[in-house]
């Protein structure tokens, strides 16, 4: 897991010619990352290259790619016109300081909470995403800032390189895997486009990508609390964007190697990441799927093939700028294409009838949030917040009682179930005061308070019953749930014994424990 070279020689070779092919898909993309953001294209270079060496040195996921992403483009466009790209690089900076101190306290594992529904949601949305940026390559600039489609011989000659670049990576895993099939498609498109002197769009066209190692560089921005103000709120934004598709991208590595990463050290990672290629000039980043699934898919595994992907890219911006920008531009359409049928999860769409409804609308809403906002952060909060209310509303349904008279000739309500905000409408007409005996007895044996709303419903129910003129008998709570009762206090039964012991979702409980507090 935390080793940087795999011993087998076959496992660094395929390391190394992985980390190659991720570094030429990462180049348009970096590009078109920072220009998304108003900023330069080396801005979004520096940043690939810096954010994933440190993060795949330091994070807690082997084989991951991070880099510049469109999530964080969208994010610091508006900071980046407003008040320019100093500030930027202030907010990366403290993004990576927010992203390190959520992995000290462990946050990470609060990935956990990420419904499944909601994790092939995030991959189906983000695989749209992707499908979708692909069409902005088939425009070319037109008259008054506009873009127009490509038509005629132009549209043809790159319909026809972007079907063979995806039948050499789909096909030549067949023959052999000596040599990843993305780069050998790369290559092999390169030359083609050279040898036949073709008319086709490359990387030159987009940007240029010569440049120098990443300066240092420290943002120039007032120490002030004006200047805290600006920075803070993106750099909060920012920090759950990147952490929330970083860990969800590292679930899905995860399922694609049959491994583990470590979600608590990968919150550090990133902020790490972060936070120096703030000071070198970058525009922050974070995991990247796409490339990620190409790494893995091409045979890279270990912190080598990101690494060498960083190093690859360095060597491009240094040295062979010239070479790179000769690629064409169908060509890595082709590959992202390719990345989108491996990224789609199209078993989800087999689920209908197979899984609970309000599942599959989970997947669907995610989906379509994440397509029309392109904010994966915002889909993800979005789909577990439906998915807790699902949870809520069908465990509401669940609480029940057995009704009984005891040998004393009193009604027994033996409570099934827990008993939390969702649920306490039903709790409360499961009762008869009016036509129950003198004495009635409740009896939590089998139930569970969980929270404060039910503790105010078991309050509640004691007023009915008291103002019904009836005596109410409540047994088997747990002691945080006597201290917290007000009307209902002096009602309960203690029974040290066999009262159950578990805390309950309220403020201060623990407090009032300790104090000796004691309702009999």
Sequence with gaps: MFSIISHRPESIKNDLLSGLTVALALVPEAVAFAILAHLHPLTGLYAAFTVGLIAAIVGGRPGMISGATGAIAVVVGTLVLQHGQEYLFAAVMMMGLIQIIFGILKMGKFIRLVPHPVFLGFVNGLALVILIAQFEHFKVPGPNDTHEWITGSALYIMIILIVLTMAIIQLLPRFTKAVPSTLAAIIVGTLLVIGLNLDTRTVADMASIKGVFPPFHLPEVDLSWEAFKIVFPYAIVMALVGLIESLLTLNLVDELTETTGHPNRECIGQGVANTVTGMFSGMGGCAMVGQSIINIKSGGRSRLSGISASIFLLIFILYASSLIEVIPIAVLVGVMFMVVIGTFEWGSLRLLGKIPITDWLIIVAVTAITVISDNLALAVIIGVILSALVFAWEHAKH?????????????????????????????????????????????????????????????????????????????????????????AGPLVEVNVVEDPDYHVAADNVADKVNSGLNLK
């Design 399 to 487: 609480i029940d009682a057995e009704v009984r008279i005891d040998r004393m000739g009193n009604k027994v309500y033996e409570i099934t179930g827990p008993l939390f905000f969702a649920s306490i409408s039903n709790f409360q007409e499961i009762f008869t005061p009016r036509e129950d005996t003198d004495d009635v007895v409740v009896d939590f044996k089998n139930s569970r308070i969980a929270d404060h709303s039910a503790i105010e419903a078991i309050d509640k129910l004691a007023d009915r019953y008291d103002r019904a003129g009836k005596r109410l008998h409540i047994k088997h709570l747990s002691k945080e749930c006597r201290v917290l009762l007000k009307k």
